[in-house]
């Protein structure tokens, strides 16, 4: 498929594997980039930041800036309406994978 159908297609998990996350503690940018990978999202910092600060300019993800050995480390939680917007994109998520799986 083409790699630009396939990139939109996949901003829409990302989104919502970020705010899975952001929703159970904390996250930064280094360790998302890392649980990506891990579920076979090869995407680089120049794709991720980016969504971090479009979500949290969205309202989102809210940003807390943490000194971890004398570096500021940006790290974003989700916001009420995150975890609102979470529920919807995972019924719909649900809904969709049961008409399609088999
Ligand atoms: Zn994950």
Redesign the pocket.
Do not use: C
């Given at each position: 498929m083409d790699d630009k159908v396939l990139r939109k297609l996949f901003s829409g998990f990302i989104h919502i594997?970020i705010l899975?996350?952001a929703k159970e503690e904390a996250i930064f940018g280094a360790w998302m980039l890392e649980?990506l990978r891990e579920?076979g999202y090869t995407i680089g910092p120049g794709t991720l930041y980016p969504i971090l600060h479009g979500m949290e300019s969205d309202g989102l993800l809210v940003r807390e800036d943490r000194n971890v050995d004398g570096k500021i480390r940006k790290y974003y939680s989700a916001t009420e309406k995150g975890e609102v917007i979470l529920r919807e994109a995972r019924d719909k998520a649900y809904e969709l994978f049961k008409e399609i799986k088999d």
């Open positions: 594997h899975h996350h649980e579920h």
